[in-house]
């Protein structure tokens, strides 16, 4: 019997199984809720089982990479913001350092530690969110409620470093955009233990649950073999027992400086996924906590003197010459500025005028200042590394988030390239839900974690 095509399979044309009854070809998405509004399976049915499964992408093609590369380097922030918006300061992080790995500079300690915090805190959210809606697709929504309670608990932390909750534009070339606020350590330890209490919850609700398990234990499962063969990476690589970690294999910010383990299990179904992804938030609720122990203060490059001045009057000052003392004066800035000034740009940013405006301060009060910032924001100036390329990667929440960023010595990017982490897991989809359910589908691709934003770049 001739082999269908493709696209008679898609089309649910051609022969049967071949047994006498008559395969039932069944759509799930674009426009089904599990499916994000942006992907497809074509499944072809036996009874209630998948015989065969086609997993299509492209709903959602954003053309972040030739977006990135229209403006200027900093101007891709707020497009990383949207790859994994689930957890973008991760995004932010790593775009960022991969310029900088291209230009040669190093961010200072203090900046190393907060990137460590805010990107272990956005794991957190990101797993909670995973779990929570993975658990009511199985109709636990209390699960899901309780997730969303944690997850609001640290989204009020990063709101208060960012000035946002989700589209958060908190990275920079060279640095971040503000210093941590005052207290903000004291803010972090109760919220990660309201989120660790409620982890205990859920592990008392679902982990040894039998309805849970018997809908997780053995499904979706990929042996380690497979899962290597695909170069899937994150939790559903350790949860094959690979205990591979970009953090640990390849340690850049802080991650080499506070303890943590890499969690692991052997099984590859998708009960290990969340027994990973579980354990995970402690450590990464571990990491950060440990970070903030240790956070340097870092250097200040001028001593203040005199009370503090309003921006307006700072400026008006130094329109009139009277700029005697001027860059000893501190200025109060505005709520949405806070974290900005000297003495926390010395702290947080690369000391390279090449590539980190300068604070506002500088750039109120001396025509240095204001020039410099000019530069850097005029369209054919700006940050302009030397030719060449840079691959920098990083561990995302679901695996290996890479960028490849490629200079011709201009004042924008030639090329920018994401390795993304959710397309090596949807290219191995079909093996993981061929021979199951169908009511085990959504499930297992709620497991696999996808994020449309990074998947169809």
Known sequence: ?????????MLGEGSGTGSGS????????PAHPAMHGIIRIAAELDGEIITRADVEIGYLHRAFEKECEVGG???????????????????????AHAVEKLLGIEVTERCRYIRTIMAEISRVCDHLT???????????????????????????LVEAVTGARLTISYGRVGGVKADLPAGFAEMARPAFKETREVLDEVHRLLTGNRIFMDRMVGVGALSREETIAYAITGPMLRAAGVGYDVRRAQPHWAYDRVEWEVPTR?????????????????QSMRIAEQALEALPGGPINVDFEGRPIDPAS??????QGKTGGLLLLPITLSPNLE????????R????????????????????????????LIMEGYGIRPPQGEAYFATEGANGELGFYVVSDGGDRPYRVRCRPPCLPPLAALHRMIEGEMVADLVPTFGSVNMIGGELDR
């Open 73 to 95: 380097w900093n101007n891709a922030i707020p497009y990383t913001d949207r790859l994994n918006y689930v957890s973008p300061l991760i995004n932010n992080f790593g775009y």
């Open 1 to 9: 019997m001739a082999e269908r095509t493709t696209r008679e399979f």
């Open 130 to 156: 995973c779990v929570g809606a993975s658990a009511m697709e199985l109709g636990a929504f209390t699960v899901f409620l309780y997730m969303i309670k944690a997850r609001e608990y640290l989204w009020e």
């Open 266 to 282: 052997t099984d590859g179904d998708n009960y290990a996924r969340y027994l990973v992804r579980m354990a995970e938030m402690e």
């Open 339 to 346: 974290g900005q000034g000297r003495a926390a740009q010395a």
């Open 348 to 375: 947080v940013n690369a000391h390279d005028k090449r590539v980190v405006l300068p604070p506002k301060e500088t750039t109120y009060g001396s025509i240095e200042g204001l020039m410099n910032h000019f530069m």
């Open 314 to 319: 700072y400026v008006d000052q130094g329109k």
């Open 22 to 29: 008559q395969a039932l070809h069944v759509g799930v998405g």
